[in-house]
């Protein structure tokens, strides 16, 4: 009986180990930017800038003229500036392209996927919304399969990474924030990881790759943004985004 005892408990614990074993989950198709109505444009001066402007567009439908809304706000960008997230046709092949871990933020044009922060989700917000806690990672070790993932370590179980961002513990800049869809689609080694919208420690501080603004314009982003609008953020050096305005169909900018 002991012995039947034993085995039944080494059937149960190996049982609850492989349930915890879980694969990345392959990314969901991306959302196409023709088929957006809700965008944010950040410019730079330069692309070593490190502070830009930020803007709000809608438009009704497709085919409709982007029209701004709101004020426009400050952001702060990465310590490097802005670096393509791959390299656009006619562009230098000695132009920046966004690395893992080289402190620029991604120039292009990224969705807008899901939100999180510290408190249950608001009820003004209509992303998907997840409620950090001690365990919430966003994963940046680009030898793992969950590179570039937010993921809750107890509930992944196979700890394949040595190296992520713990995300309650960086304190208020992650309060509240908005996963930027780049390096998503599909996600490759090495090109950059974790790049969100966020709160900023100040208006001459520099993020790793992020983009950061004051809480009260990243309240507003939150609550606005609606993902049956297909939101996508724009972000480039003032000049590149000009040159590609018309081709790209985009707002022109004040």
């Given at each position: 009986m002991k012995a039947f005892l034993v085995l039944i408990a080494l059937l149960s614990?190996?049982?609850?180990?492989?349930?915890?074993?879980?694969?990345?989950?392959?990314?969901?198709?991306?959302?196409?930017?023709?088929?957006?109505a809700q965008m944010i444009v950040v410019t730079t001066d330069d692309w070593d800038s490190i502070t830009g402007t930020a803007s709000?567009?809608?438009?009704?439908?497709?085919?409709?003229?982007?029209?701004a809304t709101g004020d426009r706000f400050p952001v702060v960008i990465g310590r490097s500036g802005l670096a393509w997230s791959e390299l656009p046709t006619g562009e230098p092949a000695t132009a920046k392209i966004k690395q893992e871990g080289d402190g620029n933020a991604p120039a292009g044009m990224f969705p807008l996927t899901s939100s999180f922060g510290v408190s249950s989700k608001p009820n003004a917000v209509e992303m998907p919304y997840t409620k950090?806690?001690?365990?919430?990672?966003c994963v940046d070790d680009p030898q793992s399969g969950f590179y570039n993932r937010i993921v809750n370590r107890m509930r992944v179980g196979n700890f394949d990474w040595k190296s992520s961002e713990k995300m309650?513990?960086?304190?208020?800049?992650?309060?509240?924030?908005?996963?930027?869809?780049?390096?998503?689609?599909?996600?490759?080694k090495g090109r950059g990881s974790c790049i969100f919208l966020h709160i900023w420690k100040d208006a001459n501080t520099a993020t790793s790759g992020c983009t950061a603004m004051e809480r009260r314009d990243l309240e507003r982003i939150v609550a606005w943004l609606s993902p049956s609008k297909n939101p996508?953020?724009?972000q480039m050096p003032r000049k590149a985004y000009d040159s590609r305005r018309k081709l790209?169909?985009?707002p022109k900018l004040k």
């Open positions: 614990f190996s049982l609850v180990t492989t349930a915890q074993i879980k694969k990345a989950e392959p990314p969901s198709q991306k959302p196409t930017f023709n088929k957006s709000f567009y809608e438009r009704k439908s497709e085919k409709g003229d982007w029209k950090l806690d001690q365990f919430t990672e309650l513990a960086v304190g208020t800049e992650y309060e509240l924030g908005v996963f930027v869809g780049y390096n998503t689609f599909p996600v490759e996508y953020l724009v790209l169909r985009l």
